[in-house]
């Protein structure tokens, strides 16, 4: 196909999936490439995992495949953060190369507050160290939606008291970002999420 087809679907299909604005221009690369392998005869990469290696998962969490895209997320965001590719797998996933934490929420944390903390904390170094991108704050509470830890009417005073990432811009339209002592804190977090020893 043509240079202006293979660019008309790929945008197609990143705006067929629905992918959030921050990740569309990464999604776009990605869909472009795909689509340049299949024109050309390659493989897709679709749900192919070299040797069929898996994740692995946090008790209660359904088994995910790890396509080669996630793979190369998952070592930058290794090599990025100092921390273990085989831990980072443990506690989360990449789906449409957007990251996502594997649950239990009782594992963020004693109370909503510091699991909404948490999930702050864990989006935001994923964003920035796999994907090279600040996290909108949209995107954070989704995810502590989806974990049932959203702190409803006191989630702006909470976010303002973070300590390792910040928290900026207008209302509306505010994002978190990552700072000198992330992957510190990011450290933390997954040794006592995977109940590892401290460093």
Same mark, same amino acid.
């Given at each position: 196909m043509d240079v202006e087809e293979l660019l008309a679907r790929a945008w197609g299909a990143v705006e067929k999936a629905g992918i959030p604005e921050p990740l569309q221009e990464y999604a776009f690369k990605e869909a472009l490439s795909r689509l340049a392998r299949?024109?050309?005869? !390659?493989?897709? !990469?679709l749900n192919e995992s070299p040797g069929g290696s898996k994740g692995k998962q946090l008790s209660g969490e359904p088994s995910r495949e790890i396509s080669s895209t996630d793979e190369e997320l998952f070592a930058k965001f290794s090599a990025e953060c100092g921390i273990a590719v085989t831990d980072l797998e443990r506690v989360?996933?990449?789906?449409?190369?957007? *990251?996502?934490? #594997?649950? *239990?929420?009782?594992?963020?944390?004693?109370?909503?507050?510091?699991q909404a903390k948490a999930v702050a904390l864990?989006?935001?170094?994923?964003?920035?160290?796999?994907?090279?991108k600040q996290v909108?704050?949209?995107?954070?509470?989704?995810?502590?939606?989806?974990?049932?830890?959203?702190? !409803?009417?006191?989630?702006?005073?909470?976010? #303002?008291?973070?300590?390792?990432?910040?928290?900026? !811009?207008? #209302?509306? $339209?505010? $994002?978190?970002?990552a700072k000198a002592d992330t992957a510190d804190a990011l450290k933390k977090l997954v040794a006592a999420i995977l109940g590892l020893p401290a460093e």
């Open positions: 299949d024109d050309s005869g !390659g493989s897709s !990469g989360y996933y990449f789906s449409s190369g957007e *990251p996502h934490l #594997n649950g *239990p929420r009782s594992k963020l944390g004693k109370t909503s507050s510091e864990a989006l935001t170094a994923a964003y920035d160290y796999a994907l090279d909108a704050d949209e995107v954070v509470r989704a995810e502590a939606v989806r974990l049932k830890c959203d702190l !409803g009417g006191t989630w702006a005073r909470t976010m #303002n008291g973070l300590s390792a990432i910040s928290w900026v !811009g207008a #209302n509306r $339209q505010k $994002q978190f970002k």
